[in-house]
RNA sequence: GCCCUCAUCGUCUAGAGGCCUAGGACGCUGCCCUUUCAAGGCAGAGAUCAGGGGUUCGAAUCCCCUUGAGGGCGCCA
């Protein structure tokens, strides 16, 4: 048993967002390679915006990706593991957080700022019309406590700021990036604790990952600005800070970090169109991510295997959905025919597709065309015609194919020897529709052609005979009958 | 404006001074297979390694500058 512990400690302010759930996965991969403790954290300490509606949402499209967690909250209700709760909020309420602020306090190390949202608002305004840097100018940093019993009088709700050190340097060894440092007269006295009470990100994060003992932080890119003034939090309190590694972002097409704007971006609307899990782990893992031989694909544990943080690339990775649905298509074509109907079953009953057909027959018919398939919403599309009453014409189908002059003919000859045909499976049926075409002096093709336009009503399709044959007898001679008489 | 980060085919990337006439994957083109569409097989186009200076016998790889892109500067996380 190692002492790697890492987290994943998303905000409930939404669906499980693609790129959080990178996050998620780097995580997840480096616990289960180190053989270490994958956490679940809940940070809602945003009373405006976090919902629990979003934390169900977390909790399922974590379970439907297979990231297991163990420690956390559980779904179903009570919590797994000794550092909880994992809730901020709930910490909140227990105090958690006001302890250490309270002993910042009394360090000097932090101060009450009477400051309020407008006016702060106003002097970041001012600043940018000045071509300064829009931080907290430090108005309430050497108040007196009478100063503060007079605002306090006006009835002005404090919050409470870390006090950055004037000088020196803070810095880490970013386990992807290296050595980065700031200048810490460079940082602002960032609010720990809002008027509410409630901490904010930057102070609840550092005392919880201490508390919860995290070895390793590894989170998105867009936090760097923020690591200096948790690890000053960190020396403040007298802690060591764990190891720290920072992902690079994953872009939309437009060069800008993913977002809504760049259409699905969430974990759930990409499970609505037929992505599996699997799949959008190998993708995630190697947007950012690579083997030294490049592999592409990981079907197996390989992916746990493999992973090394020392794999991270340091420049941001572009989300490439036309990689992401190949790589789809290639999970598929391995799956075998009872996993695929399986993962398909949802997609065919929401579209009421087959669900008169007994499981074998669906089971053969979804899998006849298998290696087509690159999302499984478009299973329900590509095999309804095999359910129908009779065939949907494409016309375009019809103008090529059924204007031939030999059409109407074939058609009605291979209707009448299908009827009589002994064994109505694809060896007889093909070898009946040679012997044909050779008795008629006509190509496969001119034959093959009507025929599949007739039982399917287009172009393209599964292999011919197979199709005919799951079709049946009967369905067959009644679209055979209906598309002869459409030639012509 | 200030701070931070990044920079190899269109895209994801391999590459840690000579194995690089820069490798793989997606996509693209052509051919083969074939009753269609796919899948598969084969072949190919595609990167003067952002630009410019160094260091070195030798640089995609090390250093500096420039440029470009992204992120941050919230009582959001």
């Given at each position: 048993m ?15 967002h ?14 289960r ?7 679940l ?20 499209a974590?379970r439907w ?6 420690e956390?909250?559980?779904?179903e209700?009570?919590?797994l593991g ?14 958690v957080?006001?302890?250490y ?11 009450r700022c ?12 001012r ?17 007196t ?9 006006q009835?002005?709700?404090p919050?409470?700021?870390f ?5 020196g ?14 200048e810490?007269?460079?940082?602002y006295?960032f609010?720990m ?40 939090v ?12 920072h ?26 169109e ?10 995630l893992?190697l947007?950012?991510?690579?083997t030294?031989?490049?592999q ?24 490439d ?10 999970y598929?074509?391995?799956?075998t ?10 997609f065919?009953?929401k ?9 074998e027959?669906l089971?053969?018919i ?9 999302l ?14 009779e065939?949907e ?20 000859d ?18 009946e ?14 034959v093959?052609?009507?025929?599949r ?7 393209e ?15 067959v ?12």
């Amino acid at each position: 048993m190692s002492n790697i512990r890492v987290r994943f400690a998303p905000s409930p302010t939404g669906n499980l967002h693609i790129g959080s759930a990178r996050t998620a996965l780097f995580n997840w991969l480096f616990a289960r390679r180190m053989k270490g403790v994958f956490i679940l954290r809940i940070e809602d300490t945003d009373e405006l915006r976090s919902t629990d509606e979003s934390t169900r949402a977390i909790f399922s499209a974590l379970r439907w990706l297979g990231l297991d967690w163990d420690e956390g909250p559980v779904p179903e209700g009570g919590e797994l593991g000794a550092y909880g709760p994992y809730f901020q909020g709930k910490r909140a309420g227990m105090g958690v957080y006001r302890k250490y602020s309270d002993q910042l306090m009394a360090q000097g190390m932090a101060y009450r700022c009477y400051c309020t949202p407008a006016e702060l608002d106003e002097q970041r305004k001012r600043a940018q019309l000045e071509k300064r840097p829009p931080k907290y100018e430090g108005t309430c940093r050497h108040l007196t406590e009478a100063q503060c019993r007079d605002l306090e009088a006006q009835g002005r709700k404090p919050v409470i700021r870390f006090r950055m050190p004037d000088e020196g340097v803070t810095a880490w060894n970013d386990l992807i990036r290296g050595e980065v440092k700031f200048e810490n007269k460079l940082l602002y006295d960032f609010i720990m604790v809002k008027a509410s009470g409630y901490p904010t990100y930057n102070f609840a994060c550092v005392i919880d990952d201490h508390l919860m003992e995290m070895s390793h932080i590894i989170r998105g890119d867009d936090h760097i600005s923020n690591t200096p003034l948790q690890l000053l939090v960190y020396k403040a309190l007298g802690w060591t800070p764990p190891e720290i590694a920072h992902l690079s972002m994953i872009h939309g097409p437009d060069g800008t970090k993913l977002s809504k704007r760049h259409g699905a971006t969430d974990v759930q609307a990409y499970e609505a169109e037929g992505y599996l899990p699997a799949v959008i782990r190998n993708y995630l893992a190697l947007l950012g991510w690579s083997t030294p031989d490049s592999q592409q694909l990981f079907t197996g544990p390989d992916l746990i295997e493999k992973f090394d943080i020392a794999g991270c690339q340091k420049n941001p990775a572009m989300f490439d959905p036309v990689k992401f649905k190949w790589m789809n298509g290639e999970y598929i074509r391995k799956l075998t025919p009872d996993e695929l109907l399986d993962m398909a079953a949802p997609f065919l009953k929401k579209a009421g597709v087959g669900q008169n057909a007994d499981r074998e027959t669906l089971k053969k018919i979804v899998a006849l065309e298998q290696e087509k398939y690159k999302l499984l919403g478009e299973i329900p599309s590509l095999v309804d015609f095999f359910f129908k009453d009779e065939a949907e014409f494409d016309p375009r189908a019809v103008e090529k194919v059924f204007k031939k002059p030999e059409a109407k003919k074939v058609l009605a000859d291979m209707r009448e020897r299908y009827l009589k045909l002994a064994d109505f499976n694809d060896v007889s049926l093909e070898k009946e529709a040679r012997d044909y075409a050779a008795s008629a002096s006509l190509k496969a093709g001119q034959v093959f052609h009507p025929l599949r336009v007739a039982v399917s009503g287009r172009t393209e399709g599964p292999t011919l005979f197979k199709m005919i044959e799951y079709l049946g007898r009967d369905a067959v001679s009644k679209r055979l009958e209906r598309a002869a008489a459409l030639c012509g």
